[in-house]
């Protein structure tokens, strides 16, 4: 139990991990709301392509740590879905071994994605790839709604571990220490895998990565390493979710920034700084409400009572404050997270479309109305 025990740890890593422990269940691609004009494409909805769900080894870690793995969403070929099954995925599967037998039936949910399990890739590909790294303390399956729904506009989305800032690392108290340039690495290292997987004729996804378009998005911590991947020649624009800033020089490739306004981890005022930093084309989507776990699956399972949040504090194993700051965005008097996603997947959508797609970068602002429940702010330059 002594791996739980979160009182005495920094508090941006007690509430990264408390978020990453979370639980959830049951839920699906966004479909709520609809953008401002009839001409403006329905990003926040499902897109066009089924999905599929595969996972890649992308080596070993080192012997604390163990296999680094990415799960990769992709657009699934509809003619074979028949007889694969849907992709879900329990709380108690993403904690570390070691402790997936503490957390009792009651708080140990399930989430079912809209995607299928090891389909085979659509034939109409290749797809633009998106890169996608998770928050500190997260892991790489906490973001599946959000990230399968990316995939069915057209993406190979994946979304790697990076085990160093992890869940296991950071409930384990493991001594071994995440650093940008290792989170960068890891991020350009999981597109060689997919692009290898991709060249693989007995692969599920072979034929379907295009590796000349590339996009990276991040939540958080997560952000930051988009930001910096974008020092690559092969990743042609960043989306940070919540994010923080990049480590070195500030890149001039096309970024965009999404953040709440009741995000008490990442302050809208950091988000303002980090979109001040940089100096190419830039745009920032400002959220009312919500908070800094919204953009997880995990936020679900906080607002029916399960997840190992819950276990926590019914256990006292951690105080009220960073119980709190752990459920940020995620309490009862939130609006769902079903109805968060939307915007932030429309926007997302948008800005990688916008940008691989060549087409126009200038940033819709919705109707009043158009996203039921929020208010939606922007800001762009160049």
């Excluded at 399930?110 to 399990?117: F, H, P």
């Amino acid at each position: 139990m002594r791996g739980l025990r979160l009182v005495g740890a920094t508090v941006a890593t007690a509430a990264a991990l408390l978020a990453a422990g979370c639980g959830s269940s049951g839920t699906s691609p966004p479909v709520a709301a609809r953008p401002n004009t009839n001409s403006t494409p329905a990003y926040q909805m499902a897109g066009p392509n089924p999905v599929g769900v595969t996972t890649l080894d992308l080596g070993s870690a080192g012997p604390v740590l163990g296999e680094r793995l990415a799960t990769v969403f992709y657009p699934a070929n509809p003619a074979t879905l028949s007889n694969v099954p849907q992709f879900s995925y329990t709380e108690a599967s993403t904690l570390p071994t070691s402790l997936q037998g503490i957390l009792p039936p009651q708080f140990d949910s399930t989430t079912t994605i809209n995607a299928s399990r090891d389909a085979p890739g659509s034939p109409s590909g290749p797809y633009p790839v998106v890169l996608f790294s998770h928050g500190f303390g997260g892991e790489r399956l906490y973001y599946s709604n959000l990230l399968a729904g990316l995939a069915s506009w057209g993406y190979v989305v994946v979304s790697a571990d990076y085990l160093e800032r992890g869940l296991a690392a950071q409930a384990l108290r493991l001594t071994v220490r995440p650093s940008a340039s290792l989170d960068r690495s890891i991020m350009l290292d999981s597109l060689t895998a997919v692009e290898k997987a991709s060249g693989d004729p007995s692969s599920v996804i072979h034929g379907v990565v295009n590796p000349s378009k590339v996009a990276a998005v991040g939540h958080s911590a997560g952000g930051g390493t988009a930001f910096d991947a974008l020092d690559s020649s092969q990743v042609a624009t960043a989306v940070g979710w919540a994010p923080v800033p990049p480590t070195g020089t500030p890149s001039s490739k096309p970024v965009m920034l999404i953040g709440a306004e009741g995000d008490r981890a990442v302050l809208p005022s950091s988000v303002a700084k980090t979109y001040a930093s940089f100096h190419g084309p830039k745009a920032s989507v400002e959220i009312s409400g919500e908070g800094h776990n919204t953009y997880t699956d995990i936020c679900v399972g906080i607002r029916q009572g399960g997840g190992l949040i819950n276990y926590a504090v019914s256990n006292h194993f951690t105080t009220p404050q960073l119980a709190r700051l752990a459920i940020n965005g995620c309490e009862a008097k939130d609006l769902p997270p079903q109805q968060f996603w939307p915007i932030v997947q429309y926007y997302t959508v948008f800005q990688i479309k916008a940008v691989l797609g060549h087409g126009s970068t200038t940033v819709p602002v919705p109707a009043a109305g158009a996203f039921p429940g929020f208010k939606v702010t922007i800001h762009q330059q160049g």
